[in-house]
């Protein structure tokens, strides 16, 4: 089984089999039952947590709060804000009947037509229309706002192209919806929480991204602006990998969710929803991982140290554990998750095998001469360099280079990022150029006519107006209409 963990496609040469493989082999999830849908395991379902209590620790101080929601939305709520049931129309799975009945032969079950719902309910796809209809229940009062909840839930979208992680029938996400009594107080939550992402992405995935508004074409259903991170994968594809949308007063009005204010006026109220999904598993997966096996910045990884030991007898693995307990006292004090695989099913060769693929930053064998010449071997994964350290506080070593790690693997991903962002000014230079992946710079006439001709016949699209960089008016690259800045246009995943 080990051996096989090493056999990975290359990136190279298929790079979406090397990713699909990897989450098998890496033992982070699974295909299920269910068309479209996988299983996520423990091992991936760790990853998935520590990303979920590091963002709901951020959320909460800035001072959101967490409730949750139905998971079935009556079909006549998303019919209320017209945008919105257009966008999601057509990924939809509706329930129709409550009951089952014996078949007629006796072999099986079938629907039982008498057990019709009155009105049919929708599993949620998201939950802005269910929360809508709440809040109307909750808000009175200037004094109520604002209004800030997230939940932590699940989704169903009916996706014909399925990916693990990427783009799966069902996932798991959060989802932020905030009621404020101004428009200026709901546009600087949506900015506010964009950054949060931003800040996530970066000091903890260790994943630079790129903010920037998305084009009207691209916004969310039903908003008035959508905010994103973009991240570039190796393959040079971007990842859109959280949005924060400003609503206005979109679903505030098809609510009726008002507000008395401080002059003593009913006013509507303004909204603004965020969220992020296990898509982000795949954006780690595919920003740092090798052929070898996964990459995992130290902050997300479950395992930030494995120390392994190499014996002949039961008499060297006593020796070795008695000299481990220390410094495993002492990675606990320093905070940091370590592991110690004492377990006789498998060779040490194995267990090294098996935790570069999966990724564990920082990998110490000890063996009885390591003992007696007073050191350990130290290997990182990102670099997958090996060096001999003194045993003595050699928890405090690794607590440092976890940090090196951390900071190397963000540094690699900015690299590539640069390397693979080009300013294009000729349509005909772009077609050729974005066959090999890449951000590319461009400037765009501001119409859906030109953006979805750049979808039609290069499959890319406008990634998003970025919030920094390069303001210089200019033409469009494709009609030479004047541009008001440049945007970042990609393939995508």
Not at 79 to 94: D, I, L, M, N, T
Not at 311 to 340: C, D, H, M, W
Request: glycine share 6%; proline share 4%.
């Amino acid at each position: 089984m080990a051996i096989e963990l090493k056999n990975l496609t290359k990136r190279a040469e298929n790079y979406s089999q090397w990713y699909n493989e990897l989450i098998v082999k890496a033992d982070l999830a699974e295909q299920s039952a269910v068309r479209g849908c996988m299983v996520i395991k423990p091992y991936g379902y760790a990853i998935w947590e520590k990303m979920q209590q590091t963002l709901d620790r951020m959320f909460k101080e800035t001072g959101v709060q967490n409730a949750y929601f139905p998971l079935l939305i009556p079909k006549s709520y998303l019919c209320r804000e017209a945008e919105h049931v257009e966008g999601f129309a057509k990924e939809c799975a509706v329930v129709t009947h409550y009951r089952l009945k014996n078949s007629p032969d006796g072999k099986g079950v079938v629907v039982d037509p008498e057990a019709r719902l009155e009105e049919e309910l929708i599993v949620r796809p998201t939950s802005e229309t269910i929360i809508w209809g709440t809040y109307k229940n909750w808000i009175h009062s200037w004094r109520d706002l604002p209004l800030l909840i997230n939940q932590w839930a699940n989704v169903m979208r009916w996706e014909m192209r399925t990916r693990m992680f990427l783009r799966t029938a069902e996932f798991l996400w959060q989802e932020g919806h905030c009621a404020h009594a101004t428009a200026e107080e709901s546009e600087a939550r949506t900015v506010q929480m964009i950054n949060v992402y931003a800040d996530f992405a970066e000091k903890y995935m260790a994943m630079p991204v790129i903010r920037g508004v998305k084009s009207a074409n691209e916004r969310f259903a039903g908003a008035v602006n959508t905010y994103t991170i973009e991240a570039m994968m190796q393959d040079g594809k971007a990842l859109q990998s959280g949005t924060s949308h400003n609503l206005g007063q979109n679903f505030a009005k098809a609510f009726d969710v008002t507000f008395t204010n401080k002059e003593n006026k009913p006013e509507y109220v303004w909204a603004n929803s965020w969220g992020v999904s296990t898509r982000l598993m795949g954006a780690l997966i595919m920003t740092h991982s090798d052929d070898n096996g996964l990459v995992l910045p130290p902050r997300l990884a479950p395992i930030q140290v494995v120390i392994i030991p190499i014996s002949k007898n039961a008499e060297q693995l006593a020796q070795i554990t008695e000299k481990v307990q220390p410094i495993l006292a002492r990675f606990k004090e320093l905070g940091i998750t370590v592991k110690y695989d004492d377990a006789d099913n498998k060779r040490p060769g194995f267990k090294f095998a098996d935790y570069e693929v999966k990724g564990v930053p920082v990998r110490l064998a000890l063996g009885a001469r390591d003992i007696e010449n007073g050191t350990i071997e130290v290997m990182r994964r990102d670099t997958l360099q090996k060096e001999v350290l003194p045993l003595d506080g050699i928890a405090d070593r690794v607590d440092g280079l976890l940090e090196e790690i951390q900071q190397n693997i963000f540094s690699k991903a900015v690299k590539l990022r640069e390397e693979k962002t080009y300013v294009c000014d000729s349509y005909e230079e772009f077609k050729e150029k974005i066959e090999d992946g890449g951000f590319f710079l461009c400037h765009w006439d501001g119409t859906t006519e030109t953006e979805e001709r750049i979808k039609e016949e290069t499959k890319a699209t406008i990634r998003c107006i970025p919030l920094e960089g390069d303001d210089t008016p200019g033409v469009c690259m494709v009609t030479g209409k004047p541009s008001a800045r440049r945007v970042i246009i990609a393939r995508n995943y």
